[in-house]
């Protein structure tokens, strides 16, 4: 930690740039305290880390694990400069005792107040879901910055997220999507935004690199963003990601694979209308092309025209599904109060724009024509030709 406690009472911060041998004067005649735990700490004073505060060995300290690694050091540091520099009143390792949270920073912007927490190791969803939800409770806005190394680009606008990453995921105030994330060695803010996942770890994403020294607070509050990569890459990096895991499928995909086979479905024929991409469905960890597989064959095979089709009814068999872990819900603690579900509606409007169905009234949609399930691979790949080029400009809207 950056900040302790002097005999006096005084909040000490390393924040202010000292010269070493001030600091050495200073651990000769002062005595230091954890803020949180009271317990006596050391000032560390070597060449190799930053310099920082540390627990005595054998103390137990609720709030800090003595593992901070530099990295973390150095960016809370550098993030907390960062907006001192913006004049932003922002204070560093800030104890609010009401709830006994200490977030990184704690700083006021344009009348809200929020916690920055910078995180680069991961903590049990249930700390983070617990911490965030005590941060709303009192009326900040929690901020959480994820340590940029663990952002894994594959190739181009391809990258791997872990469940942990996903845990960032925050809203803008223009109810946009973004994963902000912030690299101590390299300087720079990494982030996400448009994230379409293709499978439950790989995602296409726009992505963006700001440097902190030419970056502004607004900037990373709500980025501008860029378009999304076009719908043919994303269904191309989603067929070979389905054909590579099908190859050793877990036990998830092959109940899937079990239960479409009687319906006269396999992976490699299924219609161009199944596994397509909308806006939310980061929401749902299960792939597109197996939670709309299941949609498919619960709700639309075998329809025949002007069948009518209640949302309400999909609803049910939707959460029936999530219920048996056919589908699984991607767990998300900075959103709160958001129903998957309105993936499912989204779904709907898509196939509506595509003429599939019509739409009756706010939950009663009609079947206009069938899905097209292809009999061979050449009808398949003819077909999907054909429904890309038709329904390019449909696609491209998400
Ligand atoms: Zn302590």
Wanted: charged share 20%.
């Amino acid at each position: 930690m950056l900040t302790a406690r002097t005999k006096s009472g005084t909040i000490f911060s390393l924040s202010n740039h000292y010269e070493k041998e001030n600091l050495l004067i200073l651990r000769n005649n002062e005595e230091f305290f954890c803020p949180v735990c009271g317990e006596a700490v050391s000032l560390k004073l070597g060449n190799q880390r930053i310099y920082h505060f540390a627990h005595r060995s054998g103390t137990f300290c609720s709030d800090f694990h003595e593992s901070e690694s530099l990295y973390h050091l150095e960016g809370k540091l550098q993030l907390f400069q960062w907006l001192h520099m913006q004049g932003i009143s922002a204070k560093l390792e800030y104890y609010d005792s009401l709830i006994g949270q200490r977030p990184d920073i704690m700083f006021h912007f344009r009348g809200n107040k929020y916690a920055l927490e910078y995180q680069c190791s991961p903590i049990p969803e249930e700390i983070f879901v617990k911490r965030t939800e005590n941060y709303i409770h009192h009326h900040y806005i929690p901020f959480w910055i994820l340590g940029g190394k663990h952002i894994k680009a594959k190739r181009g606008n391809v990258f791997s997220l872990s469940n942990f990453n996903y845990f960032f995921l925050r809203k803008t105030p223009s109810r946009q999507l973004v994963l902000p994330s912030y690299c101590s060695e390299e300087k720079r803010f990494h982030i996400l935004s448009k994230i379409h996942p293709f499978s439950i770890k790989n995602t296409t994403a726009s992505s963006r690199i700001l440097s902190i020294h030419k970056t502004k607070i607004e900037e990373i509050l709500e980025p501008t963003l860029f378009n999304p990569i076009n719908f043919t890459k994303w269904a191309n990096e989603m067929e070979k990601s389905m054909i590579n895991s099908s190859l050793h499928a877990s036990p998830e995909l092959n109940h899937f694979l079990h239960e479409i086979y009687p319906h006269n479905l396999n992976l490699y024929l299924l219609p161009p209308e199944i596994g397509l991409p909308v806006r939310h469905a980061l929401l749902i960890q299960t792939p597109p092309i197996i939670w709309q597989t299941y949609l498919y064959v619960d709700v639309f095979q075998n329809k025949s025209p002007n069948t009518h089709i209640d949302l309400r009814d999909v609803e049910r068999i939707f959460n029936d599904r999530i219920k048996m872990n056919n589908i699984i819900i991607r767990n998300l603690p900075q959103l709160t109060s958001v129903n998957p579900f309105m993936v499912v509606r989204e779904y709907f409007q898509l196939l509506e724009r595509l003429g599939i169905i019509i739409k009756r009234d706010e939950s009663v949609y009609q079947m206009q024509q069938g899905f097209m399930v292809p009999n061979s691979n050449r009808e398949k790949e003819e077909r999907k030709q054909a429904f890309f080029q038709k329904n390019s400009s449909i696609l491209a809207k998400r």
